[in-house]
Each structure stands twice: as C-alpha cells, then as structure tokens.
C-alpha cells in the first residue's frame, strides 16, 4: 500500500501561483497530478516517470505549470504559475506501481491523495 499525503493549494487571484506538495510513503513508477472541478469529470494535468524523470503535460497548463520530484524525501510537486480562474478545482495526486501504464489515464493509477482545493478569483 501507498500513502499520499498532499498539501498546499489554497485561494490566489488570476496570475498568482501556488506550489502543491505530495508525500508518498515510499517510491512508485510514476507519479501524477490529476484535477476535477464541480460537475465535470475528473482531468489529467501532469506526471512524472520517477525514475527517468520523464514530464508530461495537458496541453491547458503546458508553460504555466511544472512538476518535480525529491527523491531523498520521496515528494512530488506542482508549481502552478499563471493561474487562472478556469484552473478552480480540486487537485489529487496519484500513484502508480505499474510499468504499463498510460500516464494521463486515472486508472492507470491505483493510489490517490484525499485532494487539495486550488481556486482562483478573477
């Protein structure tokens, strides 16, 4: 079993950024950012391939937003730039201990953070 503690997201006006933080009990194959926002589905917005640290992006945050990893402290992060409104959602990070995977599918992942609120005001 994983656990995923997350923490940061919070309110910011357009423009602003904010810095999301996710702890994993231990190391996984890959690590990812997912989003849902009020009666929508939930959305991929980032990943990390953690040992090759490979980056993968949605075409809606690509340049405003980056992802990292500690791998001392087994963290991942999503640095968040450029926010605005439309990115209001709740953000969980996932996990995933398989090598097959696709990395923007959430049934890719089989560990979930318990979600941090990220809005935006205009």
């Known amino acids: ?10 309110l910011v006006q357009a423009g602003g950024s904010l810095r999301l933080s996710c702890a994993a009990s231990r ?8 989003r849902q926002a009020p009666g929508k589905e939930r959305e991929f917005v980032s ?16 340049g405003r937003f980056a992802i990292s990893r500690d791998n001392a ?6 640095q968040m730039n450029s926010l605005k409104p439309e990115d209001t959602a ?3 990070c996932a996990a995933s201990v398989s090598v097959a ?22």
Do not use: C
């Open 27 to 34: 190391r996984t194959y890959s690590m990812g950012w997912f």
């Open 1 to 10: 079993q994983v656990q995923l503690v997350e923490s940061g997201g919070g």
């Open 90 to 92: 709740v953000y969980y």
């Open 101 to 122: 995977m696709i990395m923007a599918a959430p049934d890719s992942y089989q560990h979930w953070g318990q979600g941090a609120q990220v809005t935006v005001s205009s």
């Open 73 to 78: 402290k087994n963290t991942m992060y999503l």
């Open 47 to 62: 990943a990390i391939n953690w040992s090759a640290g490979s980056t993968y992006y949605a075409d809606s945050v690509k």
